[in-house]
Nanobody, 124 residues
Framework: VQLVESGGGLVQAGGSLRLSCAAS????????MSWFRQTPGKEREFVSA????????YYSDSVKGRFTISRDRAKNTVYLQMNSLKPEDTALYYC??????????????????WGQGTQVTVSS
């Protein structure tokens, strides 16, 4: 399994970015696909997830209503559309994949597969 993120960058507060995670070596229907983020000195934080069949999505309270997770099966790619960005959204964003149960999706140690991360910086 290989996950490759892209789309990070520098944006002003209130702006938007769309992150992409291109997956290979897995079938979407067998994996939860999730986004986490991390800042220096802090633990990796859950951001959003999509269920195996794509029918359910999950968001942390801090991004609910601003971020949207989606996927394109044909491209084997998961997206995170981030709108109304805030300086506190600044972090290294990671894509993760796991054949896990719903109650585990919030916990980074449950995911065996990770991308290398893409930096998002929001200026005030």
């Amino acid at each position: 399994v290989q996950l490759v993120e892209s789309g990070g960058g520098l944006v002003q507060a209130g702006g938007s970015l769309r992150l992409s995670c291109a997956a290979s070596g897995l079938t979407f229907n067998n994996y939860y696909m999730s986004w986490f983020r991390q800042t220096p000195g802090k633990e990796r934080e859950f951001v959003s997830a999509m269920s195996r069949n794509g029918g359910s999505t999950y968001y942390s309270d801090s991004v609910k209503g601003r971020f949207t997770i989606s996927r394109d099966r044909a491209k084997n790619t998961v997206y995170l559309q981030m709108n109304s960005l805030k300086p506190e959204d600044t972090a290294l964003y990671y894509c993760a994949a796991g054949r896990i149960i719903t109650s585990s999706l919030w916990f980074p140690d449950k995911y065996p597969h990770w991308g290398q991360g893409t930096q998002v910086t929001v200026s005030s």
